[in-house]
C-alpha cells in the first residue's frame, strides 16, 4: 500500500525521556533545534500528533517563521502543513490550539467506536477520518493520508503513537535530539512505549549523523524495516 515519506522528529532527555511522569510537558530542545523543527514542519505536506500529546502539550504544531510561512505561501501552499491528531475515541478538545491557531487543513483520524456525538462536534472542526474498530489502523490512514497526496509526513510523538508507527513499519527516518537534563521515573514516557520488541524482534536502525548541538546532540537514524 502507497504511504507517506515519514520520520518522527522528538526530543528526549539523556535517559531516554520525552516528558515527566505526570506528562507535563518539558523543554528540551534549545534555541537551534526549535529552529530546525520549524524549518522541518515548513517542508513537510503534514504533521501528526496523537491525542495524548494534545492532551498533555496542547501544541499548534504551526510553523512559526513568517518567512518560512511566507514561501509556502507565494509556493501556493497553506502557510501550515496539514495538521493530523490520531484519536481513536475522538477525546481532542473542541477548543484545541490545533483549531484555534494556524491555517489549512486539520484531520482527526478515529476508529469506527468513537462516539458519535464526539465525532460530531469534531467534524466542525476538522476533516475526519476513520480508520480500524478500536484503535485507529495507522496503515490503512498512511493509504488515505497518501491518497490525498501527503508525500511528506512529519511525525511530532508522543510515545504510543511512535510504537504505533515504529511497530508497524510505517517510519522511515528518526530525528531525535538528546538534551542535557534527567529525567527520570519508570512511568515517565519515553522516546517509544507501547508493547515493546522483544529479543530477537528488535527494530534495527542505521545511524544516518550524529551532530553536537548546543548541549545536546543530535542523533538522524534510518529505519532498516523488514
Ligand atoms: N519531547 C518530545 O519531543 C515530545 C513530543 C510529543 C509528545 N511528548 C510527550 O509525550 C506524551 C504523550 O505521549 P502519549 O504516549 O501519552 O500519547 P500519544 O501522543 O502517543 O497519543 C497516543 C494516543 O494516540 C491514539 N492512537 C490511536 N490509534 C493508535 C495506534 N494505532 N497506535 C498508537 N496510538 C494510537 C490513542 O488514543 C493513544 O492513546 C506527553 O507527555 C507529551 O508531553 C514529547
Ligand atoms: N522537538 C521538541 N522539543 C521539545 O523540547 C519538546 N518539549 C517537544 N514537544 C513536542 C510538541 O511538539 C510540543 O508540545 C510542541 O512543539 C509545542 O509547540 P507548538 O505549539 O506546536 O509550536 N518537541
Do not use: Y
Not at 490525498?148 to 530525528?175: C, K, P
Amino acid at each position: 500500500m502507497n504511504r507517506p515519506f515519514t520520520f518522527i522528529n522528538s526530543a528526549m532527555s539523556a535517559d531516554g525521556k520525552i516528558s515527566t511522569r505526570e506528562r507535563k510537558q518539558v523543554r528540551i530542545s534549545g534555541d537551534i533545534d526549535f529552529d530546525r523543527m520549524d524549518e522541518l514542519r515548513a517542508s513537510s505536506d503534514a504533521i501528526m500528533v496523537g491525542v495524548g500529546t494534545v492532551l498533555a502539550d496542547d501544541p499548534s504544531l504551526t510553523v512559526k517563521s513568517q518567512s518560512r510561512r511566507d514561501v509556502r505561501k507565494s509556493a501556493g501552499f497553506d502557510e501550515d502543513p496539514v495538521r493530523i491528531v490520531v484519536d481513536s475515541k475522538a477525546r481532542t478538545p473542541l477548543d484545541a490550539d490545533i483549531f484555534k491557531k494556524g491555517t489549512g487543513m486539520r484531520i482527526v483520524a478515529i476508529s469506527s467506536s468513537a462516539p458519535k456525538g464526539k465525532v460530531d462536534a469534531l467534524s466542525e472542526k476538522a476533516t475526519i477520518i476513520t480508520a480500524g474498530d478500536e484503535k485507529v489502523d495507522l496503515a490503512l490512514l498512511m493509504g488515505q493520508l497518501s491518497s490525498m497526496g501527503i508525500q511528506r509526513l512529519m511525525v511530532e510523538g508522543g510515545a504510543t503513537l511512535n510504537w504505533g508507527l515504529l511497530s508497524n513499519g510505517l517510519v522511515d527516518e528518526v530525528f531525535s535530539f538528546i538534551g542535557n537534563i534527567f529525567i527520570g521515573g519508570n512511568s515517565s514516557p519515553t522516546l517509544v512505549d507501547g508493547e515493546g520488541f522483544l529479543k530477537g524482534d528488535l527494530l534495527p536502525l542505521e545511524l544516518i549523523s550524529s551532530e553536537t548541538m548546543e548541549e545536546g546532540v543530535l542523533l538522524k537514524w534510518k529505519v532498516l524495516n523488514k
